[in-house]
């Protein structure tokens, strides 16, 4: 397979209307904005592209918006927020996917205090423990340094009632600051495994990317281009959802393809490899965000 490495977006976007965009491993590493990122961004508004921030976080945009701002990605930098949190909350509000009409009122939260915006404003009942719910809504650990294994007690205990789960975030593991920390997704493969039944939003779900492509406001799906670092949620839920995407290597598969620096070219050959071996074929990579 032929792939070709970039070391930007710029031979790519000239017959382009719109960018979707992921935030972990391409903007930021959910500490601090990477380098170049603010003006890459710039560039692309000043080019005239509509940009969409998609992002598989179990809370609502607003709060995102606010954490990018305090790394000093403004708000005048891209054109607004989706996430997979927009997504459940969406869902769970207006009842109409038979998923979700299914759903009762009562609801444990298995995951921080800090994804608690994904309930704002629903018509559900919060309880203290799994043999009080109807379901769980699963956002992930509450600490970046927990296993799957330290849950196992927790999920136990919901699949002996039987519970669905609701997860707001389908990625299995991100880098923060550099290490692998598990995500929902993690949390709910073990659910799974177990017999329990996992309803989940977000990417590589091609529903979040019709809801992207309204965001920008654009209906021709070859004039918009995906960017990500998850070849098993960006770069497979943009070709579900007939898009081009362009991979970033140098998020989560940095370690992969042996690279050790942020920015720092890959060895191509590898990258076809490591593509062809997860079966996607993107149309490009890049080693960052970068114009």
């Given at each position: 397979?032929?792939?070709?490495?970039?070391?930007?977006?710029?031979?790519?976007?000239?017959?382009?209307?719109?960018?979707?965009?992921?935030?972990?491993?391409?903007?930021?590493?959910?500490?601090?904005?990477?380098?170049?990122?603010?003006?890459?961004?710039?560039?692309?508004?000043?080019?005239?592209?509509?940009t969409v921030l998609l992002?598989n976080a179990p809370r609502?945009?607003?709060?995102?918006?606010?954490?990018?701002?305090?790394?000093?990605?403004?708000?005048?930098?891209?054109?607004?927020?989706?996430?997979?949190?927009?997504?459940?909350?969406?869902?769970?509000?207006?009842?109409?996917?038979?998923?979700?009409?299914?759903?009762?009122?009562?609801?444990?939260?298995?995951?921080?205090?800090?994804?608690?915006?994904?309930?704002?404003?629903?018509?559900?009942?919060?309880?203290?423990?799994?043999?009080?719910?109807?379901?769980?809504?699963?956002?992930?650990p509450w600490s970046f340094?927990?296993?799957?294994?330290?849950?196992?007690?927790?999920?136990?205990?919901?699949?002996?009632?039987?519970?669905?789960?609701?997860?707001?975030?389908?990625?299995?593991?991100?880098?923060?600051?550099?290490?692998?920390?598990?995500?929902?997704?993690?949390?709910?493969?073990?659910?799974?495994?177990?017999?329990?039944?996992?309803?989940?939003?977000?990417?590589?779900?091609?529903?979040?990317?019709?809801?992207?492509?309204?965001?920008?406001?654009?209906?021709?799906?070859?004039?918009?281009?995906?960017?990500?670092?998850?070849?098993?949620?960006?770069?497979?839920?943009?070709?579900?959802?007939?898009?081009?995407?362009?991979?970033?290597?140098?998020?989560?598969?940095?370690?992969?393809?042996?690279?050790?620096?942020?920015?720092?070219?890959?060895?191509?050959?590898?990258?076809?490899?490591?593509?062809?071996?997860?079966?996607?074929?993107?149309?490009?990579?890049?080693?960052?965000?970068?114009?």
């Amino acid at each position: 397979m032929t792939l070709p490495l970039l070391p930007g977006l710029a031979p790519l976007v000239g017959d382009r209307d719109g960018l979707i965009l992921d935030l972990w491993g391409v903007i930021h590493d959910g500490h601090s904005a990477y380098p170049g990122v603010t003006e890459t961004l710039a560039r692309l508004r000043d080019a005239g592209l509509a940009t969409v921030l998609l992002t598989n976080a179990p809370r609502l945009s607003g709060p995102i918006a606010d954490t990018m701002a305090d790394m000093g990605i403004g708000r005048d930098l891209y054109g607004g927020i989706l996430s997979s949190g927009d997504a459940v909350h969406q869902a769970l509000r207006d009842r109409t996917d038979p998923a979700f009409a299914a759903l009762g009122p009562r609801c444990w939260h298995l995951g921080p205090a800090r994804d608690r915006s994904i309930f704002d404003g629903l018509d559900l009942t919060l309880v203290e423990t799994p043999e009080e719910a109807d379901f769980v809504l699963n956002t992930g650990p509450w600490s970046f340094d927990e296993t799957v294994a330290d849950y196992a007690d927790r999920l136990a205990r919901c699949r002996a009632r039987a519970l669905p789960m609701v997860c707001a975030n389908p990625d299995i593991e991100v880098i923060r600051e550099g290490r692998r920390v598990i995500c929902a997704g993690a949390l709910a493969v073990h659910y799974a495994e177990s017999g329990g039944t996992v309803i989940d939003r977000g990417k590589p779900d091609p529903a979040i990317y019709d809801l992207a492509l309204a965001r920008l406001g654009i209906t021709d799906r070859r004039r918009v281009l995906a960017v990500g670092d998850g070849l098993q949620t960006d770069i497979r839920g943009a070709a579900a959802a007939g898009l081009d995407a362009v991979f970033v290597t140098g998020g989560l598969y940095a370690e992969a393809l042996g690279l050790t620096a942020h920015g720092e070219m890959p060895d191509p050959a590898r990258v076809a490899a490591l593509c062809a071996a997860e079966g996607v074929a993107p149309l490009a990579a890049i080693p960052a965000l970068a114009w």
